[in-house]
């Protein structure tokens, strides 16, 4: 019988606990937390004959999709086009191997879409597929490691522009050179069909979240290493929670250092990522200076939203003495030079944004209110927010219109696959498994 039938939930706010170490690069992994990726519409750009005989040559290694297997799986990721159509990554219940479906039914049977080329990926039995999805067509993907480990001799990237009927895969990262503790891809993402971007993390220890982040302006054919613990143009301290670029030059991290510091950390770029600078977000309107105040151990949870000149996070803050944190929504729509705000309806929970307007949040008020989640909707942009449902399980809604959402729900070590069709006043189960 599954959490849906039987079980409360454990609903933690996520939260990276990084370990004293003796050397730089060698401590606890951080707990990778999911980073909301943009997608905008795509810019084409013209290429002449004589452009063409300019490029680079390389080699192009293609694939088909892997044999399929009828298995029940176990959704590890989700993302949805509309009521019918979407991709998820999955651990396979009978191989326990990762595989890249599709779906056209609401997610209940999926289609094998694997690259055959990534299956043989060292490693490849004991990964997790991360991807992301331009449209039902178009998408990206790469594998990241289930538990801590080094990096592999290479490390390639794979792209579809035919729904996963055929891949293509990358040149392998340029990581030879780049010596560490991990090698953990995170956070993968593209602003149009050739700027992408890839976060991965090195390693961890006295409060330090090492990363890299790799770009490309080619759909993902080839990538640059444009940050990395060596050299010293992002903070390396601290929990990297965030990352997104709006377009090729301009993109945005946030981080969350866990109390260890007082104040803010959020950093901007508009070079590609060489160059970072901080970015101030006024104080929420509690207090004058709230982020500066030693009693007051804030962070930013992550990206909740990213079109044009828009970006929504989320922020966290926990006072001294106070057992339940407080949390908001800053929203900016002019690239940063101003912020607005909005408070969350709980402390602990998962909120998802279809729009700037229109969030939803799954939640409750004490971190070990295992018995608590409520649904609450909101849209107008979180200036007030409705009860909808309460649950017996915890996770994060994601919806494609006011009626139809899904949510990978779990309780303890237990999960099941929910879906509304009535805005979340009702769900049912799901029983996801792949068709041959």
Known sequence: ???????????????????????????SAPVMETAYTTSTEPVMTD????????????????????????????????KMFDANNGWAAAIGEFDQVPHLLRTGDSGISWQEM????????????????????????TIWTTLTNRSPAPQADSLFTWQSIDGGATWSRSDPLPVTDLAMELFMPDN????????????????????????????????????TRVVDPFKDNLMMSCSKTGLVF????????????????????????????????AVVLPSPGVEPNYFDNFDNACGLDGILYSRANTLIVSLTCMHYGVSNPQRWLYTTQNDGF?????????????????????????GHINQQDDDASTLYSSMDGGMNWGQVKNVNWAG???????????????????SAFVHTTDGGRTWAEINASIQP
């Open 1 to 27: 019988m599954s959490i849906f039938n039987r079980l409360d939930p454990v609903l933690a706010l996520l939260c990276l606990v990084l370990v004293a170490c003796s050397l730089p690069f060698f401590g």
């Open 47 to 78: 290429i002449t004959t004589q452009q063409i005989s300019q490029l680079p040559t390389r080699e192009v290694v293609l694939s088909t999709p892997i044999a399929s297997l009828a298995q029940a799986v176990t959704l590890t990721s989700l």
């Open 114 to 137: 694997t690259p055959a080329g990534m299956a043989t990926e060292a490693g490849f039995a004991e990964s997790t597929i991360i991807f992301t999805a331009m449209d039902l067509d």
């Open 188 to 223: 993968i993402g593209f602003s149009d069909r050739n700027n992408g971007w890839l976060l991965v993390h090195n390693g961890a220890g006295m409060n330090h979240d090492y990363v890299s982040i790799f770009t490309t302006a080619n759909g993902g054919a080839s990538w």
């Open 246 to 277: 709006l377009d090729a030059l301009n993109g945005w991290v946030t981080i969350d250092c866990h109390g260890v510091k007082a104040g803010i950390d959020f950093y901007s770029t508009a070079d590609g990522g060489h160059t970072w600078q």
């Open 338 to 362: 101003s912020w607005s705000w909005q408070s969350l309806p709980g402390g602990y929970g998962e909120i998802f944004l279809l729009s700037p307007t229109q969030a939803w949040f799954l």
């Open 396 to 414: 994060t809604p994601q919806f494609v219109d006011p009626k139809n959402g899904w949510v990978l729900a779990r309780a303890g070590l237990e």
